[in-house]
């Protein structure tokens, strides 16, 4: 019924499909049993990853079953009910089309999710179970009370994959750069080039999306100097009107990250982490994958980066005085030589007749004035 929905582009009653008060939530334990429900339930999940295969005659095969199949998308989620992971694939443009298109212009992975009637069919791809869809997949708001965290990471003991995903307040973010993402948002906006774009179509062109990419480290867990990178985690931290900008100020742009981390740090706020690893048996390593970093409730307050220079009439509440807090910041709290020296941001002195114009001005209009009397390329 979702997919009815979708063709007859009702987008919002497609995704309240999976919502109804009727559909019970279930989880993969549920699904696995001999007793598995039969009709209205979901279940909800993280995703993970989404794989784009770069060899279309590559296989996978299903274990027990001697069959192998090429699949066109593979999806890693974690069930957060009961915190087991699990796959879905698709085998063809086709039916990857009918199974995201409710993620055509919002990002999946890393995303939570609503699948509806989701079936074990006794297949498993790397000791893990593999459900089959028969509905587009929807986006979920998550209540935080009901998904099961862990404590901490756990050890993959012999698995071949495990998933994690757990809430803490003390995070550190080093080396932190901002990069031209992929145009497309389902792909939450940056893969090397060695990567094929998980999205559904290809999407060569579009609006730049930024991606923030950093270390990521979590006192007392594997998360050490973790590469993460990813666009939504840049919104967290980057004002939205700067999202877009190429040169970012990366030495302000550290500082205000760490001024961030603090400020959500002293109300307490945690930040969930979500992620998974795999083992190389033959090497005997293990890889491991950030999927996801978001507080678990975003504060509109929390100082955010910006590149916008304010006009003398807005100094007082605008991102320059967020720039020159993160230089004190810096100032105090970095210990050792002295910061690389950065340049202040170039803006006109303070006219008295622009100022009085300012006063009686509307604020656009005394933006607009100010901006093109500014100096630029400095
Ligand atoms: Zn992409």
Not at 81 to 97: M, V
Request: hydrophobic share 35%.
């Amino acid at each position: 019924m979702i997919n009815e929905y979708v063709q007859m582009s009702k987008m919002d009653q497609a995704v309240a499909y999976a919502f109804r008060p009727e559909v019970t939530q279930a989880n993969l334990p549920m699904l696995m049993s001999n007793d598995p429900p039969l009709e209205d339930y979901r279940v909800m999940a993280l995703v993970l990853s989404v794989k784009n295969p770069r060899d279309k005659t590559k296989t996978i095969k299903y274990s027990g079953k001697d069959t192998a199949v090429s699949y066109h998308r593979l999806c890693l989620c974690r069930d957060l009910d009961s915190g087991e992971e699990f796959y879905f694939l698709t085998t063809n443009p086709t039916q990857t089309a009918s199974i995201f298109p409710l993620f055509r212009q919002s990002q999946l992975h890393g995303a939570f999710i609503a699948l509806l009637e989701p079936i074990y069919k006794q297949n498993k791809i790397l000791e893990i179970p593999l459900l089959t869809l028969k509905e587009a997949i929807s986006p979920a708001t998550i209540n935080l009370a009901k998904i099961l965290l862990n404590d901490i990471i756990p050890d993959p003991g012999s698995n071949l994959i495990t998933t994690f995903l757990f809430a803490t307040i003390q995070l550190s973010l080093v080396q932190c750069k901002f990069l031209s993402g992929c145009p497309a948002p389902f792909c939450d906006g940056y893969h090397g080039a060695e990567i094929l774009c998980p999205a559904p179509q290809a999407q060569s062109s579009g609006s730049l999306q930024m991606a923030l990419s950093c270390l990521v480290s979590v006192p007392n867990t594997p998360l050490k100097l973790v590469s993460h990178i990813s666009a939504s985690l840049a919104k967290y931290f980057i004002a939205h009107n700067s999202l877009t900008k190429r040169n970012l100020d990366i030495p302000l742009l550290k500082v205000s990250i760490r001024q961030t981390v603090q400020y959500y740090a002293e109300r307490n706020v945690r930040w969930l982490i979500g992620g998974w690893y795999k083992r190389n048996v033959e090497r005997g390593t293990t890889k491991l994958h950030i999927s996801t970093i978001r507080p678990e409730t975003v504060l509109p307050e929390a100082p955010l980066f910006s590149t916008e220079v304010p006009e003398p009439a807005n100094i007082e509440a605008g991102p320059v005085e967020r720039r020159q807090r993160a230089r004190r910041f810096e100032d105090e709290n970095v210990p050792g030589p002295a910061p690389p020296h950065v340049e202040p941001p170039a803006r006109a002195p303070p006219a008295p007749r622009r100022q009085r114009a300012a006063d009686d001005a509307p604020a656009q209009e005394q933006g607009q004035e100010a901006a093109g009397k500014r100096p630029r390329g400095e």
